[in-house]
Nanobody
Framework: QVQLVESGGGLVQPGESLRLSCAASGSIYAVGWYRQAPGKQRELVASIYKSGSPNYADSVKGRFTISRDNAKNAVYLQMNSLKSEDTAVYYC??????????WGQGTQVTVSS
């Protein structure tokens, strides 16, 4: 099974940027970035197909950009204009209708002044 490793999180102030990376051990046709804030359900915030068609949750549209490097089996999430409500653990994984892979450890993003 393809394994996923997320990285790039950190502590930033509101309005700053971060770039997350997801390294996969194999090819994934459709992949998304999910996040889970304390006490909340995990939510899909951005997704992209191998062809490059991105989709975004309304909460991040215009601020986040998902991209991928198929040759490296890597997916990225550029996050700009970060807000406190973006604080969460971020994960990458496949998206419906594809079966989810085992979750990686995620990467913590904390937005705080």
């Amino acid at each position: 099974q393809v394994q996923l490793v997320e990285s790039g999180g950190g502590l930033v102030q509101p309005g700053e940027s971060l770039r997350l990376s997801c390294a996969a051990s194999g090819s994934i046709y459709a992949v998304g970035w999910y996040r889970q804030a304390p006490g909340k359900q995990r939510e899909l915030v951005a997704s992209i197909y191998k062809s490059g068609s991105p989709n975004y949750a309304d909460s991040v549209k215009g601020r986040f950009t998902i991209s991928r490097d198929n040759a490296k089996n890597a997916v990225y999430l550029q996050m700009n204009s970060l807000k406190s409500e973006d604080t969460a653990v971020y994960y990458c994984n496949t998206i419906a209708p594809f079966r989810l892979l085992s979750w990686g450890q995620g990467t913590q993003v904390t937005v705080s002044s």
